[in-house]
């Protein structure tokens, strides 16, 4: 087991986590690059993948998610997200070099060079591929096409105040893919759970943003959290809305029973929680309560898995 060293912190990573204490020291700055210590980020990807994935159980009459898709979503999930955070870093390295929170990362602070990062990245991605082409061909088609948005995504706080729409659009492209992946083709419940995703990670990440946007103001990086201010809780209250509505039209659509409600409302009372506690000037409260949507997205899915279960044995 490796000791932790001073030149091992980083600012904005999490402090005694087992990337430190396990990991040789050669490793973490990789381990940090597709940020292995802050599993929230895969989490919040992998839940539209999941989300949609028991949708499609319910809607073809199965009783359980199917196991080897949610398998191939979680590697996924963990793989792409860390390519997309050392794409990321790759293209905001002056940002983070500019910005206290952030210059301590890899890249800007010569632990990892451009070009190894480059490699990093497509090794990432290669085993993403690896997952991808285990589907349907559709869905490889499908999962190609969100390449371009996730491509164009981190310049995207430099030209507007909605990067975390853009964001939105890469998160929750799983939304389709689960469906996709089990039937081959696009409905209209998978497309109004991808909208409803959409809302769901502004609102998140809108609460995320709030954390930098002092820093943001400084180097010029835009976000809604700087757009709506003091209107954030209101912005929240619309956004959350918004998806509840739009996830529970997708369940309609799909012939989801009780249980999925049931989750949904599960879920709406915790999101209704992030609002009532959050402090906009409060960092480390902006944190914690961006963390939680992991729970946002246990709620959802269990109530999903929960009616195909209890649907399987009624019929």
Not at 261 to 273: N, Q, R, T
Not at 287 to 302: D, H, K
Request: glycine residues 8%; hydrophobic residues 55%; charged residues 15%.
């Amino acid at each position: 087991m490796s000791e932790v060293h001073p030149t091992d912190i980083v600012a904005d990573a999490v402090r005694g986590h087992w990337v430190d204490r396990m990991l040789p020291r050669s490793w973490r700055p990789y381990a940090r690059l597709m940020r292995l210590e802050r599993p929230i980020g895969w989490w919040l990807l992998l839940w539209p993948c999941w989300w949609s994935t028991a949708l499609a159980a319910v809607a073809g009459h199965r009783a359980t998610p199917n196991p080897w898709h949610l398998a191939l979503f979680l590697v996924g999930a963990i793989v792409m997200r860390g390519a997309g955070c050392t794409y990321n870093d790759i293209v905001d390295r002056d940002i983070d070099t500019a910005v206290a929170r952030t210059r301590s990362r890899p890249i800007p602070s010569g632990q990892v060079s451009v070009a190894r990062a480059k490699l990093f990245m497509l090794a990432q991605t290669s085993v993403g591929l690896v997952a991808l082409i285990s589907f349907n061909w559709f869905s490889v088609a499908l999962g190609c096409a969100s390449l371009l948005i996730v491509a164009v995504y981190p310049f995207m706080k430099r030209i507007t105040d909605w990067p975390q729409f853009v964001l939105g659009l890469a998160f929750s492209w799983g939304a389709l893919m689960g469906w996709a992946a089990s039937f081959g083709r696009l409905d209209w419940p998978a497309v109004l759970l991808y909208a409803g995703a959409i809302l769901w990670t502004i609102g998140y990440d809108t609460i995320y943003a709030h954390q930098d946007k002092e820093d943001d103001v400084l180097v010029g990086v835009r976000s809604t959290a700087r757009l709506f201010g003091s209107r954030t809780k209101p912005a929240l209250i619309v956004l959350y809305a918004g998806a509840l509505v739009l996830i529970g039209w997708a369940c309609g659509m799909a012939g989801a029973g009780v249980a999925a409600f049931v989750g949904l409302a599960a879920a709406a009372v915790h999101m209704g929680w992030q609002i009532v506690r959050l402090d906009i000037d409060d960092g480390d409260r902006c944190l914690e309560l961006f963390r939680s949507n992991r729970e946002t997205g246990w709620l959802i899915f269990a109530g999903l898995v929960a009616d195909a279960a209890i649907g399987a044995l009624l019929r």
